[in-house]
């Protein structure tokens, strides 16, 4: 045997004769039920390595199966998402032109139940750049007659008059502006007042002597004495009302939608108009007392 010591070279023959021997008997000998005893050991020996193989191969089919399932899973996720903002961007467009259908039927429905008034309908353009300013633009100028202090009304109520006209463009002063106002008065007591603008959301009735009972709620119209406005146009309603020297101190919450304009008309005339037939009143059963003439506005 090359490579090995000749003194254990004996040792090695001897380990291979038993061995050879004892594979020799393993064949021979036969188990019952279980066949020879070589093919008992040979499964016992197999057995655990067939085992390790079958659970590595399935667990690598179970773990490629999730990971395939889970990117299908992923893209359809995905798939669904963009579905639904694409959904949700289709309703928002469908509610869109819904409001705007619906607000310019109403505006339909108001200029034809005032067919006798002359008006031009216009949308608004723009808004002032000073955050202080109360001034809007409209898309209609010289070209369709608009000149300077006509009024500009939506039909819940006054918006306010243009001071600057172009030949496609005009400027309006919005009531609430500082250096606004509208002749107004109280629409039960018919107390007519100035209703100045704060440069606020909110108008402020000037000149009510505190004698005067003026209620939450209260109306407020036009009073048609600044020649701008017709009579009788809903300005807005009393939000607070407090006794004050010399004056009481009145808040006017605007009738029209003045953060939310759209669309808007301007009168060509000062021709009274029919004020909406819902307009809120609120009845004092009190009995009132005269108040002094308010001065001019």
Same mark, same amino acid.
């Given at each position: 045997?090359?490579g090995?010591?000749?003194?254990?070279r /004996?040792? #090695?023959?001897?380990a291979?004769?038993?061995?050879?021997?004892v594979?020799l008997?393993?064949?021979?000998?036969? @188990?019952e039920?279980?066949?020879?005893?070589? @093919?008992?050991? /040979? &499964?016992?020996?197999?057995?655990p390595i067939e085992?390790? *193989?079958?659970?590595?191969?399935d667990?690598i089919r179970d773990?490629w199966g999730h990971?395939? *399932?889970l990117?299908?899973?992923?893209r359809?996720n995905?798939d669904?998402?963009e579905?639904?903002n694409r959904?949700?961007?289709r309703?928002?467009v469908?509610e869109s032109?819904a409001a705007e259908s619906?607000?310019l039927a109403?505006l339909l429905?108001f200029r034809?139940s005032?067919?006798?008034?002359p008006m031009v309908?216009?949308? &608004?353009? =723009? !808004?002032g #750049?000073d955050? *202080? /300013?109360? $001034?809007?633009y409209?898309?209609?100028g010289?070209? /369709?007659?608009?000149k300077?202090n006509?009024?500009v009304?939506t039909?819940?109520? $006054?918006v306010g008059k243009?001071?600057? $006209?172009?030949?496609?463009?005009?400027?309006v002063l919005l009531?609430?502006?500082?250096e606004?106002?509208?002749g107004?008065? %109280?629409?039960d007591s018919r107390?007519q007042?100035?209703?100045?603008g704060? =440069?606020?959301?909110?108008?402020? %009735?000037?000149?009510v002597?505190n004698?005067?009972?003026?209620?939450? =709620?209260?109306?407020v119209v036009t009073? =048609?004495?600044d @020649?701008i406005?017709?009579?009788?146009?809903?300005?807005?309603?009393v939000?607070?009302?407090?006794?004050a020297?010399?004056?009481q101190v009145i808040?006017?919450?605007? !009738?029209?939608?003045?953060?939310?304009?759209?669309?808007?008309?301007v009168?060509?005339?000062?021709?009274?108009?029919?004020p909406?037939?819902?307009a809120?009143?609120?009845?004092?059963p #009190?009995?009132?007392?005269? !108040?002094?003439a !308010?001065?001019p506005?």
């Amino acid at each position: 045997m090359v490579g090995i010591p000749s003194r254990h070279r /004996s040792l #090695a023959l001897l380990a291979v004769v038993v061995a050879a021997q004892v594979l020799l008997l393993a064949v021979q000998i036969r @188990r019952e039920r279980q066949g020879r005893l070589i @093919r008992v050991w /040979s &499964v016992t020996l197999i057995s655990p390595i067939e085992r390790a *193989g079958v659970w590595t191969i399935d667990n690598i089919r179970d773990i490629w199966g999730h990971y395939a *399932g889970l990117r299908s899973t992923n893209r359809e996720n995905r798939d669904l998402h963009e579905e639904l903002n694409r959904l949700k961007l289709r309703n928002i467009v469908l509610e869109s032109k819904a409001a705007e259908s619906d607000r310019l039927a109403s505006l339909l429905a108001f200029r034809q139940s005032h067919q006798e008034v002359p008006m031009v309908a216009a949308r &608004v353009i =723009g !808004a002032g #750049a000073d955050p *202080g /300013s109360k $001034v809007i633009y409209l898309n209609r100028g010289e070209h /369709s007659r608009l000149k300077r202090n006509m009024a500009v009304i939506t039909p819940d109520g $006054v918006v306010g008059k243009i001071i600057e $006209v172009y030949p496609e463009a005009a400027q309006v002063l919005l009531v609430t502006d500082k250096e606004s106002g509208v002749g107004a008065m %109280l629409a039960d007591s018919r107390t007519q007042t100035p209703a100045d603008g704060l =440069g606020e959301p909110r108008l402020a %009735l000037k000149y009510v002597s505190n004698d005067e009972k003026v209620y939450v =709620g209260e109306r407020v119209v036009t009073s =048609g004495q600044d @020649r701008i406005f017709p009579k009788d146009w809903p300005v807005g309603s009393v939000v607070a009302a407090k006794p004050a020297n010399p004056f009481q101190v009145i808040r006017v919450q605007p !009738a029209a939608h003045l953060q939310h304009l759209e669309e808007v008309f301007v009168l060509l005339s000062q021709q009274e108009l029919e004020p909406q037939k819902d307009a809120p009143k609120v009845t004092d059963p #009190a009995p009132r007392k005269s !108040a002094p003439a !308010a001065p001019p506005h």
